[in-house]
């Protein structure tokens, strides 16, 4: 799993130096919908998937403490 | 040369100025009013499989969450986050530790703890077990069949001046009626490659404290020294797998409280996030998540299959306690669940969004997971927001969760006594499961609309139904407000 991301990581990295996007060309991905982090009104959904799967983290909710979740 | 001078300065102080207000200009402040969100949601479950009652019985619980989240800029580049969440639950799964509707050992209230002056039930309520009717089928109305969840989280953030770089630090704190929680955490991100890459990285604490509560029928073998004519179990009469009075039932290792009652978590995240075009960005993430304590839940309840069974209530229901029909008989539990006391996570995630149109956009999200305990998962979910007009956005999601079994999981009556771990909770087990979303925004940038000297600035409201291949399913129904200070 780890070569895996590794690997995704460095293909990313090298696919993304060929692309240099400036800020005024930038309008289409500051659309709020286009935003790469989680959006606060899904924050006790996330919890609610954090309390009932044996899965957290990797998505910006719970990771295993504050809670008797799993 | 003095009128050169003067020029100079002149010219100098103009341009001076002129910089001054090009950079004033230019600065953005991180957040430029404070914002307050109002967060609530309703959350219901129902299934087949409760932990608390050895795999089998009633999981339904509904949960009503209510949270406020003030963000305030303190400077152009400093902003205090403070989110104040409580959460009321009714749930079958923490009334039926004590499934006998009578205040006993499970909810922390026994005879011994019950001291007040007044006249209500509860006071004679321990020495009614000789009519104690319980079942894993119904939810019991016992006191801890309802309770509160509340969290208050604080965050400081700074961004530098060019806004390439910031920080973090935070600390929570959440309290339930078994379990306290102190967190601390922080994290720093960088942006290059203007702005087009970021890297970041986080650290998160979590010193997390069970207070333990255990199935009353253990709490309370432990609490008379395993003399069935006393406390608990005086004038209860016990059965035996056939029907017949016994009095042989013993939790098969005794049963003895925990003793190290902490469980204490420790996250590290990484994240990298690339601007792929003008209409397409992906960021990654890494969690590396390790935790110590007890890891178990002591109220859940685990059956052994190589030992005899014992029960109390309905000797003709016996037959047929796993199935509803079973509506008043209730097997006194081997043991609690036993995991280990470490867990190691490795949670990987990626996000890739897409921005087809000025109507359209595509958020994908995957995510693989294994950890220490045999468990392998993957999560994959798209989210479409469509634009249906200036103000108006619609979601339509679906999501597809599929995980194997814990290597300690076994289902009601098949852990063995030989076995040095074991939990029956089907949160663990295998399955796949499905969700189906909608949802709306409405949001008006120009704040038309005003709550005191707050300008509306949008609200949320979305639908989620949630279904596992088993008989697991839940939903859950959020609403959001975020206002703006004028």
């Known amino acids: 799993m780890i070569k895996k991301a590794t690997l995704l990581v460095m293909a990313t990295l090298l696919f993304g130096s060929c692309v240099v996007v400036k800020e005024y060309e930038k309008i289409n991905l500051n659309d709020p919908d286009m935003a790469l982090s989680l959006k606060k009104c899904d924050g006790n959904l996330i919890t609610a998937h954090a309390y009932r799967e044996a899965t957290v983290g990797a998505n910006g909710g719970k990771t295993g403490g504050g809670c008797g979740c799993n | ?486």
């Open chain 2, 1 to 486: 040369m003095k009128k050169a001078l003067n020029i100079f300065f002149c010219v100098s102080c103009v341009f001076a100025s002129a910089q001054t207000d090009e950079d004033q200009a230019y600065k953005k402040r991180v957040l430029e009013t404070t914002e307050v969100d109002f967060l609530s949601s309703y959350y219901a479950q129902k299934g087949d499989n409760a932990a608390v009652t050895g795999g089998i019985g009633t999981e339904e619980l509904t949960d009503a969450t209510a949270a406020i989240i003030i963000s305030i800029p303190l400077n152009d580049d400093d902003v205090l986050t403070v989110n104040t969440s409580i959460s009321a639950y009714t749930s079958a799964s923490s009334s039926n530790g004590n499934p006998f509707d009578i205040t006993g050992a499970s909810t922390g209230r026994g005879e011994e703890d019950d001291d007040d002056d007044d006249d209500d039930d509860d006071d004679d309520d321990y020495n009614r077990t000789g009519n104690a009717v319980g079942t894993p089928w119904n939810a019991s109305t016992g006191a801890s069949k309802k309770d509160t969840w509340f969290s208050v989280g604080v965050d400081y953030a700074h961004s530098s001046e060019d806004r390439d770089f910031s920080w973090n630090a935070s600390a929570s704190f959440a309290t339930e009626y078994d379990y306290t929680s102190v967190g601390f955490g922080g994290g720093i991100l960088k942006q290059f490659n203007q702005k087009n890459t970021s890297i970041g990285a986080s650290i998160h604490l979590y010193l997390d404290k069970w207070n333990p509560i255990y199935p009353t029928e253990l709490k309370s073998y432990e609490e008379v020294n395993g003399n069935l004519t006393q406390g608990f179990f005086n004038g209860v009469t016990l059965l035996d797998q056939s029907g017949n009075t016994s009095t042989a039932w013993r939790p098969f290792y005794g049963f003895k409280p925990i003793e190290n009652t902490a469980r204490n978590s420790y996250a590290a995240t990484f994240s990298f996030s690339q601007i792929l075009s003008k209409n397409a960005q992906l960021s990654v993430f890494v969690d590396l998540l390790q935790q110590k304590g007890w890891l178990g839940n002591p109220l859940q309840r685990v059956y052994f299959g190589d030992v005899r069974n014992y029960y109390i209530g309905n000797a003709a229901s016996i037959p047929v306690y796993t199935s509803k029909q079973n509506t008043d008989v209730f097997q006194l539990a081997d043991d609690i669940e036993r995991l280990p006391n470490t867990r190691f996570k490795t949670p990987f995630g990626m996000r890739l969004h897409y921005y087809l149109n000025e109507n359209i956009v595509f958020r994908s999200y995957y995510r693989h997971y294994s950890d220490d305990w045999g468990i392998q998962s993957h999560t994959a979910q798209l989210e479409i927001p469509i634009k249906v007009a200036n103000s108006l956005t619609l979601y339509p999601s679906f999501r597809y969760y599929t995980q194997t079994a814990a290597t300690y999981f076994r289902p009601y009556e098949q852990a063995l006594s030989s076995d040095k771990y074991y939990t029956s909770d089907y949160d663990l087990s295998s399955y796949s499961a499905t969700q189906l979303g909608f949802g709306l925004n409405y949001t008006d940038i120009f704040t038309k609309a005003h709550i005191a000297s707050f300008g509306l600035k949008s609200i949320d409201l979305k639908f989620y139904q949630y279904k596992r291949n088993t008989t697991f399913s839940s939903y859950i129904l959020t609403a959001g407000i975020t206002l703006v200070s004028d």
